[in-house]
């Protein structure tokens, strides 16, 4: 099984911030890694698939980049809205993984 | 728009079973795979399992192998999960979602979830 580690666990940062949060895959998988946010209460959301393509909706301050085992999503500068869990997740093959996941609280 | 709804999650007793489903609606349901998810209390997603637009092809994570058991029924637009030999490590919100060996499609579309509760 392919394995995700995702840094940092959590991390407090100010509205207007950038905020970067890493993904590493225990084995290549080319692009092959979506982006996630989770919210109480509410379905996961998509925002970025294929590394780095922005799901449609979803604000340019949001960004993606890497392939093969280090990936990266990029927050340009976070809104309110934002503070919540991300989640990265590999469909290079099965099992699908996720990352441990990132919670992003207010300082 | 595309709508996948969940229901059928509840307090079950450990050792009992219970079966989920989710109702698509939106898309041709036919042509595409379905995953299930969950997430239990104050942690993160597990992939739980994924069936072909046919039904013909089924993975399973390793911890409900043998105890759940993905399926779906074209006819109504419909995806279920038998769950089977519940444990309370089971606890979780099932969540459904479109799935598809193309980037742009996989996990694209989400349910809300439907909330289980194993207990002991």
């Known amino acids: 099984d392919i394995q995700m580690t995702q840094s940092p666990s959590s991390l407090s940062a100010s509205v207007g911030d950038r905020v970067i949060i890493t993904c590493r895959a225990s084995q290549g998988i080319r692009n092959d890694l979506g982006w996630f946010q989770v919210k109480a209460g509410k379905a996961p959301k998509r925002l970025i698939y294929a590394a780095s393509s922005l799901q449609s909706g979803v604000p340019s301050r949001f960004s993606g980049s890497g392939s093969g085992t280090e990936f990266t999503l990029t927050i340009s500068s976070l809104q309110p809205e934002d503070f919540a869990t991300y989640y990265c997740l590999q469909h290079n093959s099965y099992p699908r993984t996720f990352g441990q996941g990132t919670k992003v609280e207010i300082k | 728009q595309v709508q996948l709804v969940e229901s059928g999650g509840g307090v079950v007793q450990r050792g009992r079973s219970l079966r989920l489903s989710c109702v698509a609606s939106?898309?041709?349901?036919?042509?595409?795979?379905m995953h299930w998810v969950r997430q239990a209390p104050g942690k993160g997603l597990d992939w739980v399992a994924v069936?072909?637009?046919?039904?013909?092809?089924?993975f399973y994570a390793d911890y409900v192998k043998g105890r759940f058991t993905i399926s779906r029924d074209n006819s109504e637009n419909t995806l279920f999960l038998q769950m089977n030999s519940l444990r309370v490590e089971d606890t979780a919100v099932y969540y459904c979602?479109?799935?598809?060996?193309?980037?742009?499609?996989?996990?694209?579309?989400w349910g809300q979830g439907t909330l289980v509760a194993v207990s002991s």
């Open positions: 069936i072909s637009y046919d039904g013909s092809i089924e």
């Open positions: 939106g898309f041709s349901f036919r042509s595409y795979a």
């Open positions: 979602a479109r799935a598809s060996d193309t980037a742009y499609v996989d996990f694209d579309y």
